[in-house]
């Protein structure tokens, strides 16, 4: 007996083969034609609580959750596990480059069949590039982890929806990664006392891990990637609520260690090219940008630049600084706030984070090139 192949899966492999062999017969001279066919199907994000759509939700013992208001009082679906008031940073590139939904959590069981096509987000909030990096929360998914299980479960189900090899596939999806800032705040800075490992030296074995996971996925068929800087974390209402009896308006110890680490990062773009042919990579310094806001907050729509938009426990009333209280006020102007909590920032800078990310023309915001140029270059494998 012949068994039958379903029409929906043969018309699905047959669309992404013919994308596939045009992509591939096409020459450099007509580079012009590739790039009106190119485009981006979807996203596989990792990384920590500024791109966590909601992983945590569903760690049984972890404490770094934002299902709960105020968090998601602009977001469309309520409290989702986003750490903002409104979209972060990837559901906004998601409008930018018109997927057509969200992007899925990898922890949601509903998260499987048709749903994971535009892609999965396995960031975890508080968690790190290092394994240990996030344990005093609790349970959280490390980087290793999250692209474990990118490995293993999504991507043999992947390959089935859609009937081709990752190969074929994953050239059309971007992979986002955002983390490292957690592995200074709630890892090295906290140790520091039990360790004599300075901050170069660090933060060198920091990237050096970061490059082979890169690597990993690379050799697991992804192609485009986008690396989020570090954030300036010596200036959000956590790091300051330290130095609220100084005159000085960050931490410059914490901002110096993100410098560092994002330094190394956009290095790693271009050492990391010839050692991963066809592979093409994006910069977004965020760090900059809020720093920019930060600096003339006035110019760019912004009042408020060091102060959290929701309440905010203290480590004295049995908080951690940094999460919004369960069920607390949250500030009426949002949009004119850099900070929604201790840390994150508020929707209105994520949108700027998001519209330079995907057609800043400037090096020193998106290197060597944004986003847009991204989605529509031609991946040869």
Known sequence: M?????????FSCLSVLAYSSTCSTTTSHSSGAVKERAGIKG????????VDNGN????????????????????PLGPTGRFTNGKNVVDLLGDHLKLPSFIPVFTDPSTKGSKIVHGVNYASGSSGIL???GSLVGQVINLNQQIRNFEKV????????????????LPNYLFIVGTGGNDYSFNYFLSKSDSNVSLQA???????????QLKKLYNLGARKFVLMSVNPIGCSPMAMAMIIMTNRRCIQGLNRAAHLFNTYLKSLIDTSKPL??????????????IRDIIKNPISKGFKETSSPCCEVASLSEGGNGVLCKRGGRACAERSSHVFFDGLHPTEAVNIQIASKAYESDLKTEVYPTNIKNLAKSYVSN
């Open 2 to 10: 012949v068994r039958k192949t379903p029409i929906k899966l043969i």
């Open 43 to 50: 996203f596989f994000i990792f990384g920590s609580s500024l």
């Open 56 to 75: 945590n939700n569903y760690l049984q013992n972890s404490i770094a959750k934002a299902d709960y208001l105020p968090y998601g009082i602009d977001f």
């Open 131 to 133: 394994d240990d990096t």
């Open 154 to 169: 999504t991507l043999p189900e992947l390959e089935a929806q859609v009937g081709c090899r990752s190969g074929v596939v």
């Open 202 to 212: 660090f933060t060198a074995n920091l990237t050096a891990a970061l490059s082979q």
């Open 276 to 289: 991963m042919p066809g592979s093409t990579f994006v910069y977004v310094n965020s760090y900059k940008i």
